[in-house]
């Protein structure tokens, strides 16, 4: 299986994970330490600390929702004595203006024209 049919793994998660946590808990130790002191220097570190919170948290939600879109490598053909044109999937050994197989049409050379990357269409794609 190569790296493009893999799904990557989501490595960022516990770091996100991490983060949100230290920053809960010390968002509450601080509002905490502003009700026993009456000091408004820790009620603003508690309301930035909590706006960072927010927006770790609506990032982490977002990377949880991200869906890893299947894709392949397509390789295109085009045949220079008649022009047939055919796209297949990549084969090891592909290079661009390289010979490949035989033309369907004349029998002659087929050369690579283009390597591309394709993301699977909905009727293809597997849940």
Same mark, same amino acid.
């Given at each position: 299986m190569s790296s493009l049919e893999r799904p990557q793994p989501r490595r960022w998660v516990p770091t996100y994970a991490v983060l949100l946590l230290s920053l809960?808990?010390?968002?509450?130790? &601080?509002?905490?330490l502003y009700l026993?002191?009456?000091?408004? !220097? @820790? *009620?603003?570190?508690?309301?930035?600390?909590a706006i960072v919170a927010v927006y770790t948290g609506w990032s982490f939600a977002r990377? &949880?929702?991200?869906?890893?879109?299947?894709?392949?490598?397509? !390789? @295109? *053909?085009r045949c220079p004595s008649c022009g047939y044109e055919?796209?297949?999937?990549y084969r090891e050994g592909d290079r661009l203006f390289g010979e490949?197989?035989?033309?369907?049409?004349?029998?002659?050379?087929m050369v690579v024209?283009?390597?591309f990357l394709r993301s699977a269409s909905k009727s293809q794609r597997t849940v």
């Open positions: 809960v808990a010390i968002s509450a130790a &601080l509002v905490i026993r002191t009456g000091s408004e !220097t @820790y *009620l603003s570190g508690a309301l930035l600390l990377l &949880l929702t991200v869906k890893v879109v299947p894709r392949s490598l397509s !390789t @295109y *053909l055919s796209m297949r999937e490949a197989e035989q033309c369907l049409k004349c029998g002659g050379r024209e283009g390597i």
